[in-house]
């Protein structure tokens, strides 16, 4: 089992940054991989980006180079760092974790971005 917990949403302006902060239950070297959601009213959630256990990322189209995936291992902790937001990336966000062949959730975050 895995208990993750997500911190760091808000309301924040077109253009703006927020970090969004995931922490784990468990040693986060033993997770596969880590991965942020989001899933804005009306849509279905979507990847928006992952890191795996040896620490390579990926990231959706619409988010690269605005978004940074990253992790402190010390503090069982993955983040992201989100700039240049626009008004789409409105959303709940939430942490995913790929532990022992089973996905785990937290509990989601808002972002709103205004225009």
């Known amino acids: 089992q895995v208990q993750l917990v997500e911190s760091g949403g808000g309301l924040v302006q077109a253009g703006g940054s927020l970090r969004l902060s995931c922490r784990a239950s468990v040693f986060i070297f033993s997770i596969n991989a880590m991965a942020w959601y989001r899933q804005a009213p009306g849509k279905q959630r979507e990847l928006v980006a992952v890191i795996n256990s040896g620490g390579s990322t990926s990231y959706a189209d619409s988010v690269k180079d605005r978004f940074t995936i990253s992790r402190d291992t010390a503090k069982n902790a993955v983040y992201l760092q989100m700039n240049s937001l626009k008004p789409e990336d409105t959303a709940i966000y939430y942490c995913?974790?790929?532990?022992?062949?089973?996905?785990?959730w937290g509990q989601g975050t808002q972002v709103t971005v205004s225009s």
């Open positions: 995913n974790a790929d532990y022992r062949y089973a996905a785990y």
